[in-house]
């Protein structure tokens, strides 16, 4: 079938494709590559891949369009579905021959209910769908797709059988040649990463357990499943001719660090290429294995440290000890390996000290850059669990954004309120960067670079702005 892949317009800078952690508004706007999409697209021949919100595309361009196709897939999430739902209406009203479906890990946990609450709605793909969805494509019978869950001529649900795991990861086509087809690669930015720069995974699946971690429990599985190293090496090179501006690669793997013999195989063959490259990690990767992989070109660890205090990171089952990060992080230091910190505010066990107890934690520390995300418990997760067996989640108001996209703080303690975990996040970024010595650094990072003069400047007017979206959310709340 003629097939459109859509992550469909929705809150005005809202990062969808961010979908293996959460979705929402950035503080600077940045948006990934939308990788979920992309995969199941080039396994599809002659098909198309729509990113809208970073191409700024609105809906009634899709929309001038939706009779060029048989088949629209979107990617959804728990923020964007009601958005989402309304966008396959509008597509079905232009041609109602249109048949639609729906993946990610909204659908992949509850199918049923998504489809209850859409009539629009022809399929859902759960967990691993990237052949599940290509066999819709290529007409096989609904009823003979595992891992589906559709529509029949009654208009029954039926949810077939679920899809065995991948294995063989080598099988996936290379996603970086849906990039080239379909996506202006400038239009991608984050942040802390090289401008321009190509993200893309090596692997699927994390052996941690982090309890509120999305993916994991809900697509990727808790076993690590790999590409080769020639693959992925083979992709580079693609890479490397196809995108010659490319400034940085980042591998999006959830810990590529997990496999330490096969990281450090990968980063000998991507020395050898002379690239510029980045990964997420956890915070005990050993300082051996880390001067290898920066001796071969790596620039920056991306480390989910989420919290200072010990006792919270054994309530997430995090898996690391406080100082082991700590060393871990003087290493990278030490060896000149920048790292951005992600830390969230409002798990299970918060309270105003140990808020204060992470805030301090991460100006000892003191990555080169850091997130402040608050606790969002995504349906399929075991936090999402906890919080609604211990009366910490109001079910009926479980909104995980706001009318603009801008995270809220759906968690609340009987200690702790919604809005003092809210407004701890803006705190956070003060007391952290609003310090001399790493004002310094900043200022000292500027005059060394006019490029990285602009380009903090314009981060800093959207941050600003990103402030006051925050203090309207929280008058609102």
């Excluded at 001719?241 to 980042?250: H, V």
């Excluded at 919080?387 to 108001?397: F, I, K, P, R, T």
Aim: aromatic share 10%.
């Amino acid at each position: 079938m003629r097939t459109l892949f859509l992550q469909a317009p929705t809150f005005d800078g809202f990062d969808g494709g961010a979908g293996s952690r959460y979705q929402a508004k950035r503080e600077i706007k940045s948006f990934w590559y939308p990788t979920w999409l992309a995969q199941p697209a080039a396994l599809v021949p002659n098909s198309k891949l729509i990113d809208a919100p970073p191409h700024n595309i609105k809906l009634p361009e899709i929309v001038a369009q939706a009779n060029d196709f048989d088949l629209v897939v979107l990617h959804t999430s728990v923020p964007s579905f009601k958005s989402d739902v309304k966008t396959i209406e509008a597509l079905k009203a232009a041609n109602p021959k249109l048949i639609a479906g729906l993946i990610g890990a909204k659908v992949a946990v509850d199918a049923a209910g998504a489809m209850a609450q859409a009539p629009v709605v022809d399929f859902c793909a759960r967990n691993e769908f990237d052949f599940t969805v290509k066999e819709v494509a290529d007409g096989v019978p609904m009823a003979e797709i595992k891992g589906l869950s559709y529509r029949d001529a009654d208009g029954t649900v039926v949810h077939n059988e679920d899809r065995e795991i991948m294995t063989d990861m080598d099988q996936l086509p290379f996603v970086t040649s849906v990039y080239k087809r379909d996506l202006e690669m400038e239009k991608y930015f984050i942040g802390y990463l090289k401008h321009p720069y190509i993200s893309f995974y090596s692997g699927r699946g994390c052996k941690s357990r982090c309890t509120f971690c999305l993916w994991p429990q809900t697509v990727g599985g808790h076993t690590y499943r790999t590409r080769s190293v020639a693959h992925v090496i083979e992709e580079i090179k693609y890479c490397l001719k196809e995108f010659p501006q490319t400034k940085e690669f980042f591998f999006d793997d959830d810990t590529f660090t997990d496999n330490l013999p096969r990281a450090e195989e990968i980063a000998r063959e991507l020395g050898k290429l002379g690239v510029t490259w980045s990964c997420n990690a956890k915070a005990n990767v050993p300082r051996e294995t880390l001067k290898v992989l920066k001796d071969n070109g790596l620039r920056l660890l991306l480390v989910g440290y989420e919290s200072g205090n010990q006792a919270i990171l054994h309530n997430i089952k995090k898996g690391m000890r406080v100082e082991v990060a700590e060393k871990f992080t003087k290493d990278c230091h030490e060896l000149g390996i920048a790292i951005h910190g992600t830390f969230i505010l409002g798990l299970p066990g918060e309270t105003k000290e140990t808020i204060r107890e992470t805030i301090d934690f991460a100006k000892r520390i003191n990555p080169h850059t850091i997130q402040v995300s608050l606790a969002a418990p995504y349906p399929g997760t075991f936090l999402y669990k906890q919080a609604v067996e211990n009366g910490w989640l109001d079910v009926e108001n479980a909104e995980l954004v706001d009318e603009n996209g801008v995270q809220v703080a759906p968690l609340h303690y009987p200690h702790l309120s919604h809005s003092e975990i809210f407004n701890s996040v803006e705190d956070f970024y003060k007391k952290f960067y609003f310090r001399a010595p790493k004002i310094a650094s900043i200022v000292s990072e500027m005059v060394r670079s006019p490029d990285m003069m602009k380009r903090r400047l314009r981060e800093g007017v959207e941050f600003y702005r990103f402030l006051k979206e925050r203090q309207g959310t929280a008058k609102a709340a």
